[in-house]
């Protein structure tokens, strides 16, 4: 929203796109030393014909699972 995209209820003009999300497993770092990690995968698609737009995965580590999520949600989209 910040970039200045809308939310609409349903995609039927021309330049609408479906954002679609799912968040991973945990890996555990250093054997579960090191904590572990969550990951993400984003994928934007073409509301008319579900043609890939944009599509990534990645993983975060922070203070809590909420960190973790939004750490690998901005890795992810840095390539957006």
């Known amino acids: 929203m910040k970039k200045g995209y809308?939310?609409?209820?349903?995609?039927?003009?021309?330049?609408?796109?479906?954002?679609?999300?799912?968040?991973?497993?945990k890996r555990n770092v250093l054997g579960g030393i090191g904590g572990y990690t969550l990951s993400v995968s984003i994928q934007i698609l073409d509301a008319k014909t579900y043609e890939p737009l944009f599509m990534c995965s990645a993983e975060g580590q922070g203070s809590t699972e909420a960190d973790d999520v939004r750490e690998a949600i901005s890795r992810c989209l840095k390539t957006f």
């Open 6 to 25: 809308l939310i609409v209820d349903s995609a039927e003009k021309d330049g609408t796109f479906l954002v679609k999300y799912g968040q991973g497993d």
